[in-house]
């Protein structure tokens, strides 16, 4: 829900901007190399907890940033970093269903994650 207001956000905006010589780039990034999938909704974070995404998903940090500045600084309208990135919008795009059956089969069940990695 919040990248769909991002994104509504971002488009309503820009008309309203570019008079004034402001440019906006949606930046949708993906899995980049962060601590954001350790911290539970409380902002504590959990530096033991093991990452769900794999590794082989995950760009660098270095990486990402380069791909951003790069949008920004050509004046791109939304720039989706990470190839698997490109991959899902497209498919979410074109086929909305396949990602919200995905997103049902992906979702925890029962127990927060956090407790079930911390041993509890």
Do not use: C
Not at 75 to 82: F, L, N, W
Not at 89 to 104: M, S
């Amino acid at each position: 829900m919040s990248k769909f207001a991002l994104r509504a956000l971002a488009n309503s905006i820009t008309p309203e901007l570019r008079p004034s010589g402001v440019k906006v780039t949606l930046i949708s990034p993906g899995f980049v190399d962060s601590n954001i999938r350790r911290v539970d909704k409380e902002g504590t974070l959990h530096a033991g907890a093991r990452d769900p995404v794999p590794r082989w998903l995950v760009m660098s940090t270095p990486k990402a940033v380069r791909q951003i500045l790069r949008a920004v600084a050509s004046g791109k309208r939304e720039a989706i970093v990470t190839t698997h990135g490109k991959f899902l919008v497209a498919l979410e795009r074109f086929a909305p269903w396949l990602i919200r059956a995905a997103g049902r089969r992906m979702a925890p069940r029962g127990a927060s994650y956090y407790s079930e990695s911390a041993g509890n």
